[in-house]
């Protein structure tokens, strides 16, 4: 049905001409749900946006062919184009509080696409996007059909992005990372829609994602790519079994799944024993009884109620819950950025929630708390560099200088592995990973006792997801410290912490140690929220047990440099 | 792996090349770091240079059209127009650039404490705001120089006032949106007090766009100021300044002393645009993502 051949797509910089894609070619039959796996910058989306010729400003097909149902794509006049997109070809694209108009009620955006296709008429648009509505499964859609973007979760906005890319009855749909950024029971939710919908109107899709978790488990075939090439392909169980390529490999040792190790996530080459972890019984940091209300238009909002639990010393503590469920503001709490309704927050028994969290920053206990925070990016200042990041933490509370300084920032950059020779550049001239290991060196600077990580992995590819876990490890071993992993993600939190507390609605629904948790759920949340992640096919290496691994682990330093 | 290594890219460079970089890719900011150039260096070494003292007065040789001698020809009492024009360069300058001085840092403060803690300092600040520009801010103007008197001081006091809620208001909103930034939250960790975080976390980061305001505003607090004079709320004679000149010049141009009114005018013009061609320039060398 589409046919790319050699397709190559250039983009016109100020360094020059960069070729984001280098002669790609795939079919997609009748029916078939492609997916095209990679990660950031490996030209996947490009791909996508070059088909539907909507490239950005710069950006051209260089060469190659690309042929749908008979139509040149690459030559069609931008009428035909215009005629193709949502009525042939629609797309679902990543972000859907982007892809919605904020200020225009998602009926009426629905009711665009039909009318400007001609699939509706003034007089029952309404009905027909209220049907659109109704086709993903959006309860109530009378009354949601005057909704705004903003009034909707993310999950909801999600669907109504889908109904707008079906409300034509397209016969080819390329969903580009459609789930990024939801939490997983919405994504499983919508990907179940979604391939649902596509079996039962026998269309066609290409699933573009950085998770190959997920592509496997709902694609019929799988492209792998790199660097604007496609270096694999072949069905989600021989790749995921036996991938032929290094890449795919590597790829496939980082997603996270059941069994596998934190060691297990990187390339076999850099995998060294795991350190021994000092978790002790003597509590650090005691939680008693916390609640966080907020005064809310209609009535409190109660977005902590009653949390008690303690974090022992060099224990890692996960806490995970979907958005919501208040465990960032827990984090927000305990960092002391935020005051607590009422509670205590006993650390190395002195209650730290007497202290208002304005007059902390001043607190001689403000070194011991350190958080790394969730987005990389948002969290360096652009115009501070990497090593100025790195010193405030030291100039503020150690009252470093000169030398000394200088020092300290080099041996912490040797610690995250961050080579010397980034220290002076921009937040925007790093990539993601190094964005990481920036924000954790300043977390780390002053050898704190209790180290916070927000989803410090949430916005990283999977490669670099494996890498940063590894070094949040080593780090925890060589330095002695306590860490509170909030994330979304059961598997993940799985991999570094002893202990687990899974939240819903501001209060703990279970806890225990991690291991337990996992393996045999109590609470019907913790279920669901354990089934929702992606089960990859099995692989060949993963059925054997993890002790034998680790006796054959080669002792090899982590702090690969691929990474940086 | 998507990350690039260290050998991709040229190590850092210093402001200095970053500045050439920035003039070298825009020819406009080039021509107009000339053009800016060329008015500070008249404002400096104008009066040491010009031919004639521009107060010096000769009956005999007044209304003179431009000659050799008199580039910009004489006016009704004989003074020299281009030493006036070029003397007046000083004043003019120095008016805009103190009224825009007192409003960039007036606006920066109160922006930053209305975006920064928000409540009822924001709601009073956004209030006083919005009365001074419910005002023609120009009749505003002749309302302060008229109840404080004529005076260069008053002058700058006035524009300064008009021009202030830009400031605060840009500001407010810059501050505002980055106000829970991670870096923000994370110079907190770091032990920094609200204070120093707005100082040297968030007010930073509204500087490029503040630089666009900061030159188009030069250009606009030369007109006013030259407008005052116009209109006779201003600097007054014989004081060399564009504006007057333009006022007193406008009353021969019908008998054909063109040249009066025009060369002073001329040099307005130059100025306004100068500093409206310089906005761009300056806002790419604040801005660290432009060094790539």
């Known amino acids: ?564 | 792996m998507s990350d690039i290594t260290p050998a991709d890219l040229p190590r850092q460079k210093g402001t200095l090349d970053h500045i050439l970089y920035v003039l070298r890719a825009n020819p406009v900011t080039l021509i107009a770091f000339g053009m800016f150039a060329f008015l500070i260096l008249s404002a400096l070494f104008g009066p040491a240079l010009v031919p004639y003292d521009p107060l010096a007065t000769n009956a005999g040789n007044a209304l003179q059209p431009p000659s050799w001698a008199h580039w910009f020809g004489t006016d009704q009492i004989g003074r020299d127009v281009f030493s006036r024009v070029i003397v007046a360069t000083r004043l003019d300058l120095t008016i805009s650039v103190a009224a825009v001085a007192i409003s960039f840092v007036v606006g920066s403060v109160l922006g930053c404490i209305a975006g920064y803690w928000g409540g009822w300092p924001d709601i009073i600040l956004n209030r006083f705001l919005d009365t001074i520009m419910a005002f023609p801010l120009f009749v505003l103007a002749m309302g302060i120089v008229a109840a404080l008197g004529n005076s260069v001081e008053n002058i700058i006091y006035a524009t300064a006032i008009i021009n202030m809620p830009f400031y605060a208001r840009l500001v407010r909103a810059e501050v505002n949106i980055r106000r829970d930034a991670g870096f923000v939250r994370a110079a907190k960790l770091a032990g920094s007090s609200d204070m120093r975080v707005l100082a040297t976390q968030i007010f930073p980061n509204a500087l490029p766009p503040m630089m666009v305001q900061v030159s188009l505003n030069l250009g606009w607090a030369i007109l006013n100021a030259a407008g005052l004079s116009f209109i006779g709320l201003g600097v007054s004679p014989p004081t060399a300044e564009w504006g007057i000149m333009v006022a007193e010049g406008a009353n021969f141009i019908v008998s054909g002393e063109w040249w009066l009114a025009v060369f002073p005018g001329l040099w307005l013009m130059f100025a306004v645009f100068t500093f409206n061609l310089l906005g761009d320039g300056l806002r790419d060398i604040v801005d660290p993502r432009k060094r790539t």
Request: proline content about 5%; overall charge neutral; glycine content about 8%.
């Open chain 1, 1 to 564: 049905m589409l046919s790319v051949k050699d397709l190559s797509v250039m983009f016109q910089t100020r360094r020059g001409a960069v070729d984001a894609v280098r002669g790609v070619s795939f079919d997609v039959a009748k029916g078939e749900i492609l997916g095209i796996v990679g990660e950031s910058g490996s030209g996947k989306s490009v791909t996508s946006y070059a088909l539907m010729r909507i490239l950005d400003a710069g950006g051209m097909i260089k060469a190659g062919e690309a042929t749908y149902s008979g139509v040149d794509l690459r030559r069609a006049a931008e009428r035909d184009m215009r005629d193709i997109r949502g009525r042939e070809i629609s797309m679902i694209f990543q972000n859907p509080r982007a892809a919605l108009n904020p200020i225009r009620k998602v009926g009426h955006q629905i009711e665009d696409v039909l009318r400007q296709h001609a699939q509706a008429t003034r007089y029952d648009a309404r009905g027909k996007a209220i049907a659109a509505m109704e086709a993903v499964r959006i309860n109530d859609a009378q009354a949601r059909f005057d909704a705004y973007p903003f009034e909707l979760s993310g999950g909801m906005c999600q669907r109504i992005v889908c109904a707008i890319a079906l409300a034509c009855d397209p016969k080819l749909l390329i969903a580009d990372e459609p789930t990024t950024g939801l939490d997983i029971t919405t994504q499983k939710a919508v990907m179940d829609l979604v391939s649902g919908l596509i079996r039962e109107r026998d269309m066609s899709s290409i699933l573009i994602t950085h998770d190959l978790g997920l592509a496997a488990q709902y694609c019929d075939r799988l492209l792998v790519m790199k660097d604007g090439l496609i270096v694999e392909q072949g069905d989600p169980a021989q790749i995921f079994g036996q991938p032929a390529h290094p890449y795919s490999r590597k790829l496939v040792d980082a997603t996270p799944r059941a069994g596998a190790s934190v060691r297990d996530l990187l390339p076999a080459e850099a995998r060294s024993a795991e350190p021994r972890m000092l978790a002790t019984d003597q509590p650090l940091v005691e939680v008693r009884n916390l609640t966080k209300t907020y005064a809310g238009k209609s009535g409190p909002v109660h977005a902590v109620r009653g949390i008690s639990f303690t974090i022992n010393r060099g224990q890692c503590v996960g806490l995970v819950g979907e958005s919501g469920c208040g465990k960032s503001t827990i984090s927000e709490m305990l960092v002391r950025l935020l005051d607590p309704t009422s509670g205590q927050i006993k650390f190395d028994g002195d209650d730290i929630a007497k202290t208002p969290a304005r007059r902390f920053a001043r607190d001689s206990r403000r070194a011991d708390i350190q958080m790394v925070f969730q987005d990389a990016t948002d969290s360096l200042n652009p115009r501070h560099t990497a090593r100025q990041t790195i010193a405030e933490p030291l100039r503020r509370l150690a009252r470093m200088r000169g030398n000394a300084l200088t020092t300290r920032i080099e041996e912490l950059a040797g610690l995250v592995g961050l080579p010397l020779s980034l220290l002076d550049r921009f937040p925007h001239q790093l990539s993601g990973g190094q964005k990481a290991r920036v924000g954790i060196a300043r977390a780390v600077a002053l050898d704190p006792k209790f180290l916070i990580l927000d989803e410090p992995t949430a916005a990283l590819d999977v490669s670099i997801q494996a890498v940063v876990l590894n070094l949040l490890v080593d780090l925890r071993a060589k330095l002695g410290l306590s860490y509170l992993f909030v994330s979304h993600d059961l598997h993940v939190v799985r991999l570094l912490c002893d202990h687990v507390i899974v939240m819903k609605d501001g209060q703990i629904v279970e806890e225990g140690p991690a291991r337990d948790v996992m393996a045999d759920p109590k609470d019907p949340y913790t279920k669901s929220l354990i089934a929702a992640a992606p089960t990859p096919p099995e692989r060949a290496g993963d059925t054997a047990p993890t002790q034998l691994e680790t006796k054959n682990a080669q002792h090899l330093a982590v702090h690969d440099t691929r990474a940086s």
